[in-house]
């Protein structure tokens, strides 16, 4: 059962234009939404995270969108760059009253995007 | 660089053998995860540890075991191995156990069972 997913294996954008990655999640116990940047053969980097009493959290370039009833999120890119390019792995946590079952993070299957000159 | 650091970052072994990988978390880190990414599967949970306890498993063969010490740092064995094994194994750090904490995460250790 996939809990999270990211329906665009890939996505690709022109340089300078928004990059909009987008995530579907089923479980309605995840309370805290975070994205990933990964290159090949290297461990996923933090980009940016959302609590579910937010709707909206904003970092430089990075936008990410929280849409509770719809259990959607989406990450904007404005605007891309060339540097961007890598796979984008949406992930959630939360989801029981043990605390450590909570904490861990189920992944998305990600989202390869590529930003064209 | 996020914090984490494992080693060693490659090893190749044969089918049947047993190996050891490392993680330490980032400074003030009190929870470490262990989580595999096979070539064609996401990245998978394994297991979690808080402050030097068991909190979560998840697929987790019985094969493999893990700990984490009173220093922090964390050892994840994995015994008996078979080619379906290779993978990347990536260590993660948070400062609690519960959500709402940002996990980061190492740079992997790649393993290839020949």
């Known amino acids: 059962d996939q809990q999270v997913k990211q329906n665009s294996p890939s996505l690709s954008v022109q340089e300078g234009r928004i990059s909009i990655l987008n995530c579907d999640y089923t479980?309605?116990?995840?309370?805290?939404f975070l994205w990933y940047k990964k290159y090949p053969a290297e461990g996923p980097t933090f980009l940016i995270s959302?609590?579910?009493?937010?709707d909206k959290n904003e970092d430089g370039r990075f936008t990410v969108f929280l849409n509770k009833s719809a259990k959607h999120l989406s990450l904007h890119i404005v605007p891309s760059q060339p540097g961007d390019s890598a796979v984008y792995f949406c992930?959630?946590?939360?989801?029981?009253?043990?605390?450590?079952?909570?904490?861990?993070?189920?992944f998305g299957t990600g989202t390869r995007l590529q930003v064209t000159l | 660089d996020s914090g984490v650091t494992q080693t060693p970052k490659h090893l190749i072994t044969a089918t049947g053998q047993r190996v050891t990988l490392r993680c330490s978390p980032r400074?003030?880190?009190?929870?470490v995860y262990w989580y595999q990414q096979s070539l064609d599967q996401g990245l998978q949970f394994l297991i979690h540890?808080?402050?030097?306890?068991?909190?979560a498993k998840g697929n987790i063969l019985e094969r493999f075991s893990a700990q984490q010490f009173p220093d922090l740092h964390s050892e994840l064995n994995l015994s008996s191995l078979e080619l379906g094994d290779s993978a990347l194994y990536f260590c993660?750090?948070?400062?609690?156990?519960?959500?709402?904490?940002?996990?980061?995460f190492g740079e992997g250790s790649w393993l290839t069972v020949v």
């Open positions: 992930a959630a946590s939360g989801g029981g009253r043990d605390t450590g079952t909570a904490s861990k993070l189920t």
């Open positions: 400074s003030g880190d009190l929870s």
């Open positions: 479980n309605s116990m995840f309370d805290y």
């Open positions: 993660a750090s948070s400062l609690g156990p519960t959500s709402g904490n940002t996990i980061y």
């Open positions: 540890y808080y402050n030097g306890e068991e909190r």
């Open positions: 959302i609590s579910s009493i937010k």
